[in-house]
């Protein structure tokens, strides 16, 4: 129960944490997006179509920063977007949540970035954030923001024209639109709105967390396995217990309700537990890299309790119907 409901429910979580800040960051009209990139001149073009007020092209891509110090000094990926665009014009289609500084500097040799790196690299705005762009170059541009989104948006927000040169495509993976029509925006490419957008996100993350419910379910597996045997072992332990009981009067189904009583006690302390632990892993956790409380689908979680209990059950029972076999 803990090893699978920590794996699984940190990655629900960061799920609904992520799906959570994208919906709520994406305050533009349109998203215009193209699997191939869009073109060069994407975001001029959409500026000087009829009723566009902001039109901004963003690079996705990813940059290291250095964490820690000594000893434990790491290199941390961080999901970074390049903004064709001023700071200005970006708050217009994407609202970063900025708890601190001001996205008006946003520019060469300045970046924005997520509280959570801020803390991990401990820095702040005015400081300068070592990091390694794209293609290994380094780079220290000063902190202008601090923003609380970077989860469903980007950890790291900075000029379009400082990954000039250090990218393997230079082309922008999404336009964002505010005002203006989406059928005139076609020509550019695929055009949703910004629900539609982060739907199509929330589906690509689902389809690719099946390497950690493959991880969970092997753990989960393996524990699950351990405890099944250690319960069977305990019944056939027992067998002499049980046909006392059988020569004292008590009947065979007699026998396997308390059983299944004992197994239903059992489950529900390993559950209690496994509850408790998974807690005590997963809300310390999530706090300090989402600074949010973990999310819990309640169906899934009813269904690993009822796993838990019909593992039970069937450990126990299926070890004495075989045992008490002698004393019918």
Excluded: C
Excluded at 5 to 15: D, G, P, Y
Excluded at 124 to 145: Q, Y
Excluded at 190 to 195: C, I, N, Q
Excluded at 213 to 222: E, I
Aim: glycine share 12%; hydrophobic share 45%.
């Amino acid at each position: 129960m803990a090893f699978a409901s920590t794996l699984v429910f940190m990655h629900t979580s960061e799920s609904h944490i992520a799906d959570g800040q994208l919906r709520a960051g994406i305050t533009a009209d349109h998203v215009v997006t193209d699997p191939a990139g869009l073109p060069v001149d994407a975001a001029e073009r959409a500026a000087r179509m009829p009723g566009v007020d902001a039109a901004v092209g963003l690079l996705n891509t990813q940059v290291l920063v250095p964490v820690g110090s000594g000893e434990f000094s790491s290199l941390q990926g961080a999901a970074a977007q390049g903004v064709t665009g001023t700071g200005a014009e970006l708050a217009k289609v994407q609202d970063l949540d900025v708890r601190e500084g001001s996205l008006d500097r946003l520019g060469e040799g300045r970046v924005a970035i997520d509280r959570t790196l801020a803390n991990a690299a401990d820095v702040g705005v005015g400081d300068r954030l070592p990091l390694h762009l794209p293609d290994g170059t380094k780079s220290a541009p000063e902190i202008v923001a601090v923003y609380g989104r970077g989860l469903g948006l980007a950890t790291v927000t900075l000029d379009r024209a400082s990954l000039a040169g250090h990218v393997s495509s230079g082309f922008d993976s999404t336009l964002l639109v505010r005002g203006g029509s989406g059928r005139s925006l076609a020509a550019l490419g695929e055009v949703t709105d910004a629900s539609g957008f982060a739907t199509e996100r929330s589906l690509d993350a689902k389809l690719g967390a099946w390497s950690n419910y493959t991880m969970a379910g092997v753990l989960g597996g393996f524990a699950a396995i351990a405890a099944v045997n250690t319960l069977v072992m305990t019944v056939l332990d027992r067998r002499r217990e049980l046909g006392t009981l059988r020569l004292v009067g008590s009947t065979r189904r007699q026998v396997l309700g308390m059983l299944r009583w004992e197994s239903l006690l059992v489950s529900t302390v390993g559950v209690v537990l496994g509850s408790a632990i998974a807690a005590a892993t997963l809300i310390p956790m999530m706090r300090g890299t989402t600074g949010e409380s973990p999310y819990v689908p309640p169906l899934l979680y009813g269904s690993f309790v009822a796993a838990a209990g019909g593992l039970a059950l069937l450990a126990v029972t299926l070890p004495a119907r075989a045992a008490l076999r002698r004393w019918s």
